[in-house]
Structures are given as C-alpha cells and as structure tokens.
C-alpha cells in the first residue's frame, strides 16, 4: 500500500468535499486501489492553517469547521503556517491546489504550484487560472522535477472530461470539440426558456449558489473561455490564450429571443468550442440557437456536456455535473489516481 501525504491550500467548499471522501472512501481505495490518504496540512486565508505530520483526522476538521466556522480551534501540532511555509514544511508529496481563481494573473496559485513543482511535490488543481494562463510553463517545471500535474477539475469538475479526451480519445483523432461548459448560464438560459426574465433567472441562479454576487466570469462567458483555452491546448496541441476566444456572453438575450428559438424548435446554449484546422483554429465561446436533435440541446439546469468529434468513433458526449462540492472534490482524487498509476 502507498501512502500519499497531502497539503491542502484552501480549504472552502471543494476542500471539504475532498475531506469528506477521504473520510467516506478510505478502505474503498486502500482496498480497490491500494492507496492510503493522508491529510498532514490544511492552509486557509481565513478560516485557519495547521499541520500533523502523522496526518489530521479529516472528520475532526469536518466537525469542527461546522460548529466554529473555522479551523483556528482544532488541535495541531503545528499552527498558522501561510501558503509558502505550508508547502515548503508540512513534507507532503502532493499538493492540492485550492486556492480562488483569478483569470488575469493566475495568482496567488501559479506561485504555489511552481513551488511545490520545483519541491518534488506531485500537484492536483482544479483552479482554472494557472491552467488557461501558464500551463505549458508548469507542465515543464513538472517534467524537468519527475513529477506530476493533474487538473481534471478545471473542466467538468469531476466528469472526467479531460482523461476521456486525453486517455481514451486522443488515438482516435479529435478534430473539434464543443459543449456546455458553463452550469451558470445554462440554468439561466433554460430558466428563461420555462418564462422567467434574465434578472430573475440571474437573481435564483445566485440564491441556489450558481452564480457568484458579480456574475461577470459566467454571464460573460470568461469562465467558459477559460476551458475552452484549456482543452484546445491540452487535446488540440494549440497555444491559446484567453485573448484567442471569440467570447460572448447571454446578458443580452431577451425573452423574444428565446420565443422565436422555440418557435423554429431550437434551444440556446452557451457553447464553447474549439476546432483545430489545416491553416488555423476557430476557438470560441457565444450563444447559439442549435437544434431539438442536437446532443446539447437536451442538457437541463446546472449541468454540463461535452462533445468530441473525432475521426475514427464520430461524436462522443460525456454528461454530467460542471459544480459542487463533493462533485469537484472527486476531481482531485482522479489526480490523484493517475498520478499513483503513472508513478508505478
């Protein structure tokens, strides 16, 4: 059995998902998958850092993150390491990445990931900006340490999205892909298709925990640009930016718009695709009318769908959710699987 000792940077929703099934799969991956989980450090801005070489009991950071709000009262041996000393002497061997996204720096993630790269430490992030912005970079400061990246959360949260494009379709030729990689906007969109305004539909999406307060990065369709960036480079071996994406956003679409889809049997969604040709790329993220028979149209609410196209297999789509806190969780242990099954 392996051991893999893990530091936590970050620790709200997605953190806590990570921690409750470390707690919920522990003889399910010692068993099936013969690896044994350790939690030796957990670093949040605002809720607290503290660090156990010998491991955290991941239900006491659960219960007691539930009855204070923080972690600043759980007994560690070690306490109020920042960021950069969490990595540097908590000597975990992976370091999950949690941190909040910022699409125009990467920051404060990019940081911590080179860190831990060039530590030795194996990294699992599912924060987008060190993704979209830098990953060319970090994946050869990976490579030059004998170490690993995954980023399975970044798109998708815990469908798997990226492994099925790279593992099990990147043989059979993907020439475009396209999907609904926004839960945000689709819920909107689909809210105003049953009859509610933009703003009502914004105004649930927000209450429901969709939508953030400045619903900028969804509405505007930077977040799914974002992936888009991702998967293009990943899968397409391009070298987008975000500036690459022909981006627009669905503020604009009325109530007459969704009407008038309606009438012509056609449904709109935010889609982001990305189709690598002969003398170029098209990359881009807009709203689309796209038809009843299309694979897309019949995703409803916060979930998300993903269509490769490819030369041997024709359409794949993967369905499923794009958010929340166990769902993104899981990600980080699918890192964390194919780094123990690449590391053997």
């Known amino acids: 059995m392996k051991t893999y000792k893990l530091a936590i940077i970050g620790f709200g929703n997605v953190g806590q998902g990570l921690t409750k099934i470390i707690s919920d799969k522990k003889q399910l991956l010692i068993e099936k998958f013969g690896i044994n989980l350790s939690i030796v450090a957990v670093c949040d801005l605002y809720k607290g850092s503290l660090s156990n070489p010998d491991g955290l009991d991941p239900e006491v950071l659960l219960s007691n993150l539930e009855k204070h709000g923080d972690l600043k009262s759980t ?27 910022d699409l125009q720096t990467g920051e404060p993630a990019v940081s911590h990931v080179k860190q831990a790269l060039n530590n030795g430490m194996h990294v699992s992030m599912t924060n987008k900006g060190p993704v979209a912005l830098h990953f060319p970079e970090l994946r050869k400061i990976a490579l030059s340490n004998n170490v690993q990246i995954g980023i399975e959360g970044t798109v998708m949260s815990g469908t798997p999205s990226i492994n099925l494009g790279s593992e099990m379709l990147l043989a059979a030729g993907i020439t475009k892909i396209q999907g609904i990689l926004n839960g945000t906007t689709n819920y909107i969109l689909g809210e ?132 929340g806190r166990l769902e993104t969780g899981y990600a980080v242990i699918e890192d964390i699987l194919s780094i123990h099954k690449n590391s053997r």
């Open 192 to 323: 105003m298709s049953s009859g509610s305004g933009y703003e009502d539909a914004l105004k649930q999406a927000q209450e429901l925990g969709y939508a953030e307060a400045d619903p900028t990065g969804d509405v505007e369709g930077y977040d799914a640009a974002a992936k888009v960036v991702i998967l293009g480079n990943l899968l397409m071996d391009l070298s987008l930016t975000l500036d690459d994406i022909d981006r627009e956003g669905i503020s604009h679409i009325t109530n007459n718009d969704i009407s008038n889809a309606t009438y012509l049997n056609k449904h709109w969604k935010l889609i982001g695709t990305v189709e690598k040709h002969n003398d170029g790329f098209l990359a881009s993220v807009k709203p689309e009318m796209i038809s009843s028979e299309h694979p897309l149209a019949s995703i409803k609410g916060a979930t998300n769908a993903i269509t490769y196209s490819t030369e041997l297999l024709g359409d794949i789509t993967l369905i499923g959710p794009g958010a």
């Open 75 to 101: 007994s560690a041996p070690i306490t109020g390491w920042n960021a950069t000393e969490t990595i540097d002497k908590s000597g975990a061997d992976i370091l999950v990445e949690l941190a909040f996204t």
